[in-house]
């Protein structure tokens, strides 16, 4: 059964470009969430992907985007990226009818941005 | 808001020392309490958890119980091993941002040496 899985695991861009970073949910799962982790810092929640809209949405700015498929994988989407925007940004997937707060998180992509 | 504020790192202990991580929480409502762990290379997981007042959560020869009265879920382990390495989060989830959204602190990085 596999994981969570993300791609890319690393990327580096510079300021003013856009990324898309990708990410497949563990099977079953139908719920996908964002998170972005500084370095040395905690996972902060960007937003919330169910059934193909965003559910809930974090203090991030609205360069902040993106999309879930009909098969529950995601992408997030920043643009005009800013130097603060390098961090390790974490997919979670879960099942929203198993409302326990227990998520299944990927090993993430780790965005420099230069 | 709701927060999560955990003691800072980093933590470095003999194999076989007693372990204590100390977590507080500021939440609305009645939320549910986490520990994660991110180990070397690998993403986030579940560590244990907790779901009302007095809850005790274990695994792995962790444990922490949800204290209401002084808003705390400190971790604990009476004998740690090098393999417990790793950088633990505190959570909470079910505040006010619905049950799939995890409210992280900043991490603690624990060095367990021979």
């Known amino acids: 059964d596999a994981g969570v899985t993300q791609s890319p695991t690393h990327l580096i861009k510079t300021r003013g470009q856009q990324v898309t970073l990708r990410c497949s949910p563990k099977s079953g799962h139908d719920t996908v969430s964002w998170y972005q982790q500084a370095l040395g810092q905690g996972p902060q929640f960007i937003f919330q992907?169910?059934?193909?809209?965003?559910?809930q949405r974090g203090n991030f700015p609205d360069r902040f985007s993106g999309h879930q498929f009909p098969n529950y994988s995601s992408e997030l989407n920043v643009n005009a990226l800013l130097l603060g925007d390098s961090a390790l940004y974490l997919c979670?997937?879960?099942?929203?009818?198993?409302?326990?707060?227990?998520?299944?998180f990927g090993e993430g992509s780790r965005l420099t941005v230069l | 808001g709701d927060s999560v504020t955990q003691m800072e790192g980093p933590v470095t202990l003999s194999e076989e020392a007693c372990l204590t991580i100390?977590?507080?929480?500021?939440?609305?409502?009645?939320?549910?309490l986490f520990w994660y762990v991110q180990y070397p290379g690998e993403g986030l997981q579940l560590l244990l958890k907790a779901t009302k007042a007095d809850d005790k959560g274990s695994n792995k020869g962790f444990e922490a119980t949800y204290r209401k009265e002084t808003t705390s879920f400190h971790l604990e382990k009476g004998s740690v091993q090098v393999s417990d390495s790793a950088v633990y989060f505190c959570?909470?989830?079910?505040?006010?941002?619905?049950?799939?959204?995890?409210?992280f602190g900043a991490g603690t990085r624990l060095a367990v040496h021979p």
């Open positions: 992907y169910y059934e193909e809209e965003e559910r």
């Open positions: 979670a997937s879960s099942r929203l009818d198993r409302n326990t707060g227990e998520l299944f």
């Open positions: 959570a909470l989830s079910g505040a006010s941002g619905g049950y799939n959204k995890l409210i």
């Open positions: 100390n977590c507080t929480y500021t939440a609305t409502g009645y939320p549910s």
